[in-house]
């Protein structure tokens, strides 16, 4: 059972007729927003905060939770000033869900921020079903987070423009990095991002040829901007395309880049509050100082896990990880075997058969969520599309709390696949185990992996084109090919393994800085206790250091309130977290 189950959440099904008028329903439960009692939640009320008023990410369950925090936290913020917004109430439906949506502007002392709130009909009465509180400035600061006019090329990288101490060193420059350190630019914070390899967009470009995105082009892009706006691009975009944007990005907005620069080691001085991290630039080592350091150094990990089997040397073909796999081409007319079956399997194994590989066989180690990429394109259609501006988008799907987002994907992918069982009994028949009652929000916030986006290989599964060995492992390697648990050798010229990678962020922060560092950091990815994400874009144990990562339009998102948290505390208004 996913993690994501234990959430006390219901969606709302009571019907809403398309004639209420949503906007005065809004407009009238603006009172109430000012002095919030049980009477105003329904019975299984949420309330999300993003950084308006906790300082970080948080989730209460149930009316009393909520009144507790919402009472604590207002004798020191305030909470005030809400007025509507207008145009922006609406009746909100997702499937057979339904809800009044509203958007109301408030403020504290030090911040701007905005109320999502959705409403539902309990009892003959308006209730709020569901509230997210959102960090949207901080007084007093010119620039906005979420704006940026073009300008300057990338700075040399060969030379430390402002000096050797920054406000923010951000390791990695893919797009968490870049969304980063553009908006930190935005804000006017002193910040450098270090790439490790030569140029923006390598952490694409060195991927394996058949790499490509298995989620909308729409998803995609980088702040401030449509960054892969033309209709002339596919609509999943390959790992190349995706490349030259975030290069192209990275010159037009002026971001602060040091390439082939790699972070060494790292010291934290809490008496002054400082990083000294010793960087090697090429050839040259040197030392800067900055009071945040954030990790964005890939959510999936850099580490390849790679299973060892016995007798590898008597194999006479070539075995090796994803991490090492440009292509199949110098392996036509010969057979491959794939090991894994979740969206980099799937991929390789298609590349091996177009390229002519004689058999092509996946194995598969575990039961393998599958969902079609075109159910999941229908859904994201709705917010993410040419027409609605990709902030709007973004603030709809990543504001709402990661259990209701489970939901309401369940209910979504049980509907379709009732739908289409052909789709996925074919599957089952050509041997490939399905995990029917899996949740796609399991994979992506808990596991980060194990599951295949279906952009084509089913098909070719089913069909016989690629051949599957499941439900036995291999046991050791033989002069051509593998041998399983079952006794039964699958003949092979090159094995690849599709194995995923180490996630473990303590790990490198152990490499890199040093184990009680790691500690008070913590942990990097999973779900916790109220729902969110472990670590991710989220203060941690240790000032002055965040993880961050995800798919680009998560990174996109919450790199705003990475950005909104270190400007505060660069202005010495640092957001006050929250701790009950």
């Known amino acids: 059972m996913s993690l994501l189950d234990r959430f006390p959440v219901s969606l709302p099904f009571t019907p809403i007729s398309p004639d209420v008028d949503a906007e005065a329903i809004a407009f009238s439960f603006t009172p109430q927003l000012t002095s919030l009692d049980t009477s105003n939640f329904g019975k299984n009320a949420i309330w999300r905060d993003i950084y308006a008023l906790t300082g970080t990410s948080r989730i209460f369950y149930g009316a009393k939770s909520i009144l507790e925090a ?7 913020t305030k909470p005030r000033g809400f007025g509507l917004m207008k145009g922006s109430a609406m009746i909100f439906r997702a499937g057979p869900a339904c809800w009044i949506q509203a958007s109301y502007r408030f403020e504290t002392d030090e911040t701007s921020s905005q109320a999502l709130v959705s409403l539902v009909q309990e009892d003959g009465e308006w209730k709020i079903w569901l509230l997210r509180t959102i960090l949207d400035s901080l007084k007093g600061v010119e620039g906005s987070v979420d704006f940026l006019a073009p300008g300057g090329g990338v700075e040399e990288k060969d030379e430390f423009h402002g000096g050797q101490d920054f406000d923010c060193v951000i390791v990695g420059g893919g797009q968490t990095g870049l969304s980063i350190g553009g908006r930190l630019k935005a804000l006017g914070v002193k910040y450098v991002v270090l790439e490790k390899n030569l140029e923006v967009g390598d952490n ?132 491959g075997i794939v090991i894994g079956t979740a969206n980099t399997g799937h991929d390789i194994a298609e590349d091996m058969l177009e390229a002519g590989l004689t058999s092509v066989t996946m ?46 994907q369940k209910g979504m992918t049980t509907h379709r696949m009732s739908l289409e069982p052909e789709r ?70 090159v094995v690849v393994f599709a194995t995923g990678f180490d996630r473990s962020a303590k790990k490198q922060v152990v490499s890199l800085f040093s184990p009680e560092v790691a500690e008070r950091m913590g942990d990097w990815w999973g779900v916790n206790n109220e729902g969110e994400i472990i670590g991710a874009f989220r203060p941690t144990g240790q000032r002055g250091m965040w993880y961050a990562g995800g798919d680009q339009s998560q990174c996109r998102y919450f790199s705003r309130f990475v950005a909104l948290s270190i400007k505060a505390d660069v202005m010495g208004r640092p957001l006050q977290v929250y701790q009950g």
């Open 204 to 335: 694409w470009r060195k991927r394996y040829d058949y790499c490509k995105l298995h989620l909308p082009r729409e998803t995609a892009h980088l702040p401030f901007e449509k960054t892969f706006r033309s209709e002339d691009l596919p609509f999943y975009l390959g790992k190349d395309l995706l490349a030259r944007g975030y290069k192209e990005w990275a010159e037009k907005y002026g971001i602060n880049l040091l390439t082939s620069t790699k972070l060494e080691h790292g010291d934290w001085n809490p008496a002054e509050n400082k990083w000294t991290l010793v960087i090697l630039q090429g050839e040259q080592r040197r030392k800067i100082t900055c009071s945040h350091v954030v990790m964005a150094v890939g959510a999936g990990g850099q580490v390849p896990k790679m299973p060892e089997y016995a007798n590898r040397e008597v194999f006479k073909g070539d075995a090796l990880h994803t991490v090492n796999y440009n292509n199949a081409s110098s392996w036509k007319g010969k057979r």
């Open 70 to 76: 919402w009472e604590a936290i207002g004798t020191c």
């Open 424 to 493: 996925f009994n074919a599957l089952e028949k050509a041997g490939f185990r399905i995990s029917r009652d899996g949740l796609l929000a399991e994979h992506i916030f808990e596991r980060f992996g194990g599951h295949y986006v279906d952009v084509g290989a089913s098909a070719k599964i089913s069909n016989g084109l690629i051949k599957i060995k499941s439900g036995t492992l291999p046991v050791r390697y033989v002069e051509d090919g593998l041998e399983f648990e079952d006794g039964e050798r699958v003949p092979a010229d």
């Open 363 to 408: 194995v598969q180690r575990s039961p393998t969520f599958v969902v079609p990429a075109e159910w999941i394109a229908d859904i994201l259609s709705h917010s993410y599309n040419a027409h609605i501006p990709t902030a709007v988008a973004d603030q709809l799907t990543w504001s709402m709390p990661v259990p209701i987002i489970a939901n309401l």
